[in-house]
């Protein structure tokens, strides 16, 4: 970004809006508008670090120093539809997608990817991705911490869910429900009796899960929240072991306020103590088929 232009940046009808820089006062070029539109570029780049990419680093320094070039790339996300989290060099230009965004993935369009034939296994889907961010996340202050690492497993994930699948299925039956809930009950009342009578592995000839499992469907949970930069696979333990990155951590701040992740986290199936979460006992144990191995170390 120059310091003076005496002619105007836009056009010689009308003249570019003054903006003050870190050099002082200036006006915004066709150049500053380019290289806003390149950091928002690179925000798009989920798996893209900061400390990899010099042109990145530097686009993020000029955000960080320069209000006027900070307003002007914060515009450009706006305009393409883009919700701007954080940037920072932890996270990088962190973006996400509005529902009328052009960017924005929709069920639909994760169902087709994920090969979720029917709306039971999109259920789910939703409800693996839920749990997945609980586990990852299960205290408001893991949340609010920049250096917290959550780490899951996929059969944490799912031994972490059949256990929710029991205290709702406790709770309904203290309640006298013994038939799905109507319309407008809380998602999880529901959704617990659709998980709870799906098998957790399958079964193959070659002992393979089934892509239809609860566990291949939480597989393909991670696998997808992988692909978008949001959790890094640390070794194939327990189904599949990985870490949460920076932009996970504040796409799940953006959704903290969900209702049903709300609900799924206050059941009390987690507990947290020396900043590493892992599964409560039931009250009888014998009761419970954990998966072996589970300790722990969209847009409609």
């Not at 799905?180 to 899960?209: F, H, M, N, Q, V």
């Given at each position: 970004m120059t310091d003076q232009h005496p002619e105007p940046a836009f056009g010689d009808d009308a003249p570019a809006p003054a903006a003050t820089g870190t050099g002082g006062e200036g006006r915004i070029t066709p150049a500053d508008a380019a290289d806003a539109a390149r950091l928002v570029a690179f925000g798009l780049q989920p798996k893209l670090l900061p400390a990899r990419d010099a042109e990145y680093a530097e686009l993020l320094r000029r955000h960080r120093e320069d209000p006027a070039f900070a307003r002007l790339a914060d515009a450009v996300a706006a305009g393409l539809g883009l919700i701007v989290l954080e940037v920072s060099p932890r996270a990088g230009m962190a973006v996400t997608a509005a529902e009328d965004s052009v960017f924005a993935v929709r069920m639909g369009d994760y169902a087709r990817r994920a090969a979720a034939p029917d709306s039971a296994d999109r259920f789910l889907h939703g409800l693996a991705h839920l749990a997945v961010a609980a586990l990852a996340f299960p205290r408001p202050e893991d949340l609010a911490d920049d250096g917290y690492i959550g780490r899951i497993t996929v059969n944490g994930v799912d031994a972490f869910v059949r256990q929710a699948c029991r205290r709702l299925e406790e709770r309904a039956e203290e309640t006298g429900e013994n038939t799905?809930?109507?319309?407008?009950?809380?998602?999880?009342?529901?959704?617990?009796?659709?998980?709870?009578?799906?098998?957790?592995?399958?079964?193959?000839?070659?002992?393979?899960?089934?892509?239809?499992?609860?566990?291949?469907?939480?597989?393909?949970?991670?696998?997808?929240?992988?692909?978008?930069?949001?959790?890094?696979?640390?070794?194939?333990?327990?189904?599949?072991?990985?870490?949460?990155?920076?932009?996970?951590?504040?796409?799940?701040?953006?959704?903290?306020?969900?209702?049903?992740?709300?609900?799924?986290?206050?059941?009390?199936?987690?507990?947290?103590?020396?900043?590493?979460?892992?599964l409560l006992p039931p009250p009888d144990a014998d009761d419970l088929e954990l998966v072996a191995d589970a300790g722990l170390p969209f847009h409609s």
């Open positions: 799905d809930p109507e319309t407008g009950a809380p998602g999880l009342e529901a959704a617990w009796r659709i998980y709870a009578r799906r098998s957790s592995t399958g079964a193959t000839k070659d002992a393979r899960r089934l892509a239809g499992s609860t566990t291949g469907i939480v597989a393909k949970a991670v696998a997808f929240l992988t692909e978008s930069g949001f959790l890094q696979r640390t070794g194939d333990d327990a189904g599949g072991a990985y870490r949460t990155t920076a932009r996970y951590q504040l796409q799940v701040r953006d959704m903290a306020g969900s209702a049903a992740l709300t609900e799924l986290i206050e059941l009390g199936v987690v507990a947290v103590t020396d900043g590493g979460a892992t």
